[in-house]
């Protein structure tokens, strides 16, 4: 997880949080939290990095439409990644 920018680490966590993670609604939920739009050329080349990173699985849902779901791996990084955030910010929250 620490070789991911911040963009790939929300996009793995927007994709663990929906119930049918396909590309737009992925696109429309981070436009929503950047309050900007969030262009073909910046999500998709992320989203094939995190699939060959082992962290997101990549399945066709017709022939315009990819599903994404996170991986074993890709749900232990988050879990990884939420402990080590915890050790810092859990006072205070």
């Known amino acids: 997880m620490y070789d991911l920018t911040g963009f790939q680490r929300d996009l793995l966590y927007v994709t663990a949080g929906l119930d049918e993670p396909h590309g737009l609604a992925l696109k429309e939920e981070l436009e929503d939290y950047y309050e900007k739009e969030i262009h073909h050329g910046r999500l998709y080349p992320n989203l094939d990095e995190l699939v060959d990173k082992g962290l997101l699985e990549k399945e066709q849902a017709d022939r315009r439409t990819n599903m994404y779901s996170v991986t074993r791996r890709g749900t ?9 955030e915890d050790q810092y910010v859990s006072d205070i929250l």
């Open 76 to 84: 232990r990084e988050i879990e990884a990644r939420r402990d080590w």
